[in-house]
């Protein structure tokens, strides 16, 4: 008696699909745009984390003008 968990040699299909276009041409054609992503995300990430630097570097303490600060003789006038 054959087990219900054990398929039977029938019970699997042909599942053949004909493409009218070879598949590995299909794959170079989907390669190309997911290249060009990734090398544009790289180069956006770069863009924004030097961006990022320079703000820094324009709102670092030793570029700002200095300002007066109030000291505690002037305080009790």
């Known amino acids: 008696m054959q087990s219900f968990r054990e398929p039977t040699a029938n019970s ?3 599942l053949k699909i004909s493409l009218p276009v070879p598949a590995d041409f299909l794959v ?3 390669s190309l745009p997911l290249m060009s992503i990734l090398v544009s995300g790289h180069r956006l990430a770069n863009s924004l984390t030097q961006l990022g630097t320079s703000s820094e570097e324009l709102f670092r303490g030793d ?5 007066p600060l109030l000291s505690s003789s002037s305080k009790e006038m």
């Open 28 to 30: 170079s054609l989907a």
């Open 12 to 14: 699997l299909p042909d």
């Open 63 to 67: 570029r700002l003008p200095s300002l």
